[in-house]
């Protein structure tokens, strides 16, 4: 089971003693490849060993970019387990050579399939995800600034920095703006009624400011350890960024997202469209962890995937206006007619939520 650069990691932790039967290959992301060492007076470990190669392309060694990711997920991980006791990693370390990255961390067990999940079992794993999120979302943080995390020198920083206000008005306007984009072209779906909700929902929103928060970006199953006594989150792509947008955000993944994405090629072998349904429960069990059935909050995260709904059509449409679709848009998305199927579909679905929200 052991790879050369497995080896030379495990030669660089001075890790002694380690036999074969201890090392087994437990995943692969499209970012790395991923390993645990079984250890017999102390806890089990997994190496995670940064690809050569991503989505067709060689990785450039970029430090600065390797520290900012790295220190991302440790920060995230520091942040989250003080809020809700090991649902992280407890243990998280890289490092990086030009000749082999990796990060060593705690072993979060196997966790179950999808598949294996019943329906009241998925609505209570969604339903700690979002009693989780609630309270991370509400944990202070001193990170200054907002979204991408960029490492400095000495500590992480969201790469704008402007008055939190103004970063708002600008969000609200940027939906705005695809709104406009969308309506000025001939694509056929009801642009009365996506306008009007659209706005309606912005006016109200300027109103009411949501806080920034340490968000994850990344919230698919494979980085969620679906243990039904204690779920844990792994390998997340923390930013900064408001919170209610972002509570949206996992119910637009688990309700919308990921299973219309599951024919392009990154996902195929998913099976989340066979799972549509419980990844449905998951989200309906993520709005009541997350608003504990508030029913002003609920509205509030649905307005949210109406609005992401309404930037995936958009995105969509632009890749569809490139002269060329890139290979990773291609492994992420899929060819030119997929994109022109799946932008039909979002149609309808930002339709259908803008009647039914
Ligand atoms: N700390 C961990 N504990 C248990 N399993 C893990 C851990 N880290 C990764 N894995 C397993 O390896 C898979 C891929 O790891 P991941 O870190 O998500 O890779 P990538 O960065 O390429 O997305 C995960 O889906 C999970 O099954
Ligand atoms: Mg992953």
């Known amino acids: ?106 072993f979060m067990g196997k ?18 995800l979002g009693d989780f999120f609630s309270v991370m979302h509400s944990n202070p943080h001193d990170i200054k600034g907002f979204g991408t995390l960029k490492w400095c020198g000495i500590h992480l920083e969201g790469e704008i920095q402007k008055e ?35 706005l309606n929902i ?10 920034i928060s340490l968000v994850n970006q990344d919230v698919t199953p494979e980085n969620i350890i679906l243990n039904l006594d204690n779920v844990s989150i792994i390998d997340p792509f923390p930013r900064l960024d408001f919170d209610l947008k972002y ?8 309700k919308f997202l990921l299973p219309a994405y599951s024919n392009a090629p990154r996902y195929r072998s998913s099976s989340y469209s066979q799972n549509a349904n419980k990844m449905r429960e998951i989200a309906d069990g993520f709005i009541k962890g997350y608003t504990g059935n508030n029913v002003s909050l609920t509205k509030w995260i649905m307005s949210e995937y109406i609005l992401w709904i309404l930037l995936e059509t958009y995105e969509h449409l632009e890749v569809l206006n490139e002269k060329d679709i890139g290979y990773k848009t291609l ?22 939520s803008c009647l039914t929200f």
Request: charged letters at 30%.
């Open 247 to 254: 509570a949206g955000y996992f119910v637009f993944c688990y």
């Open 331 to 352: 492994q992420q998305m899929g060819d030119e007619d997929i994109i022109k199927n799946r932008l039909i579909v979002c149609l309808k679905e930002l339709e259908n």
């Open 164 to 198: 939190a206000n103004q970063i708002w008005q600008d969000d609200n306007d940027f939906y705005i703006n695809v709104l406009k984009k969308l309506i000025s072209t001939n694509l056929n779906f009801d642009t009365e009624i996506v306008a009007d909700k659209i």
């Open 111 to 128: 966790g179950n399939t999808l598949q294996s999940l019943n329906h009241t079992e998925a609505f209570s794993v969604g339903e700690k």
């Open 202 to 211: 912005i006016g109200q929103r300027r109103r009411n400011q949501q806080r």
């Open 1 to 106: 089971m052991k790879c050369d650069y497995l080896t030379k990691a495990i030669q660089k932790l001075d890790l002694k003693n380690i036999q074969n039967k201890q090392i087994s290959k437990i995943g692969e992301g499209a970012w790395h490849n991923v390993y645990k060492i079984e250890r017999e007076f102390e806890e089990d470990i997994v190496i995670r060993i940064k690809k050569k190669v991503a989505y067709g392309h060689l990785q450039e060694y970029k430090e600065n970019d390797l520290i900012s990711e790295y220190e991302s997920t440790k920060v995230y991980y520091q942040y989250a387990n003080k809020c809700y006791f090991n649902i992280c990693p407890t243990f998280f370390d890289y490092y990086l050579d030009e000749s082999l990255v990796f990060t060593i961390e705690s």
